[in-house]
């Protein structure tokens, strides 16, 4: 069955990094569109970044770009999640999700989620 797996979330200073992690297993890895979604304290859960599946394309909400880049490794079957300028804004959980068609910039179109990886930053 799909199983993802993020790691890498902890507790930093505003303006810090961090840098997420998400193994996956079950599927064929490399035929899928990855994303990287977020959900804060009494808010919606919302796409933060999304990438084909050859990690040529890549897609990013307006409030982290220029500050967080998604990548993958077809060969580990992971995927990455760099969070550079981190804000108090960006406290939330974040999960790692599987892209259900081929293009990773619909939120629509994801069809399983990890159990998430929380993210603290204090200002």
């Known amino acids: 069955q799909v199983q993802l797996v993020e790691s890498g979330g902890g507790s930093v200073q505003a303006g ?17 569109p990855m994303g ?11 796409f933060v970044a999304g990438i084909s599946w050859s990690g040529g394309s890549t897609y990013y909400a307006d409030s982290v770009k220029g500050r967080f880049t998604i990548s993958r490794d077809n060969a580990r079957i992971t995927v990455y999640l760099q969070m550079n300028s981190l804000k108090a804004e960006d406290t939330a959980v974040y999960y790692c999700a599987r892209g259900a068609g081929s293009d990773a910039s619909k939120p629509a179109m994801y069809d399983y989620w990890g159990q998430g990886t929380q993210v603290t930053v204090s200002s």
């Not at 810090?16 to 899928?32: Q, T």
């Open 16 to 32: 810090g990094s961090l840098r997420l992690s998400c193994a996956a297993s079950g599927f064929v890895f490399s035929l899928y």
């Open 36 to 46: 990287w979604f977020r959900q804060a304290p009494g808010k919606e859960r919302e």
